[in-house]
T-cell receptor, first 117, second 115 residues
């Protein structure tokens, strides 16, 4: 069974700093997707970034980028020039696409990120 | 294009009552997923449905919980005889087709509080 581990329950950084959130996962699959979701106080689940395992290039979305190390099964999220609006819970997640359609997402327990003014 | 809609956003029930949670997927999406988030936890998969079919219910408790996605209308997650441990946020997600490039679009969730 696949598992996702986020070892940092909570982090705080000053506004404008760069912060890295860690995530490791366990799977025997070769083809899968990895995600970072943001959950602000409104508790809406917002997709931040997505990585396909077959792509070697790390995904980037504006100030958000990932460091995907497939062999190490590591998928960290880097937030550059952090902003107050980045304060949220961040979930790392894994999905193995299935021809049967059984593509459920498996989430880590989350990292609570505080951006300090 | 409206996103995934869930209602009610907040639901309060007393122990023993029934809770019905509704999810309207995005237009054109025929795949619906339900997840539950307990306090201070990540989301956990409950059930995956296509129109009129339950594809995978491996994450759903065997008793008191049921889900449907009829040909017409929203998907319904039904919890009978609720207990305090059912208090959680319930999220629905939809996708246009299976393994749709890994993209599931989430609704805003329903917060269920059992008194």
């Amino acid at each position: 069974a696949q598992t996702v581990t986020q070892s940092q329950p909570e982090m705080s950084v000053q506004e404008a700093e760069t912060v890295t959130l860690s995530c490791t996962y366990d799977t025997s699959e070769s083809n899968y997707y990895l995600f970072w979701y943001k959950q602000p106080p409104s508790r809406q689940m917002i997709l931040v970034i997505r990585q396909e395992a077959y792509k070697q290039q790390n995904a980037t979305e504006n100030r958000f980028s990932v460091n995907f190390q497939k062999a190490a099964k590591s998928f960290s999220l880097k937030i550059s020039d952090s902003q107050l609006g980045d304060t949220a819970m961040y979930f790392c997640a894994f999905m193995k696409p299935s021809d049967l359609g059984d593509d459920k997402i498996i989430f880590g327990k989350g990292t609570r990120l505080h951006i300090l003014p | 294009n409206a996103g995934v809609m869930q209602n009610p956003r907040h639901l309060v029930r007393r122990r023993g009552q029934e809770a019905r949670l509704r999810c309207s997927p995005m237009k054109g999406h025929s795949h619906v997923y339900w997840y539950r988030q307990l306090p201070e936890e990540g989301l956990k998969f409950m059930v995956y449905l296509q129109k009129e079919n339950i594809i995978d219910e491996s994450g759903m408790p065997k008793e008191r919980f049921s889900a449907e996605f009829p040909k017409e209308g929203p998907s319904i997650l039904r919890i009978q005889q609720v207990v305090r441990g059912d208090s959680a946020a319930y999220f629905c997600a939809s996708s246009p087709f299976a393994a749709a490039l890994g993209t599931q679009y989430f609704g805003p969730g329903t917060r269920l509080l059992v008194l």
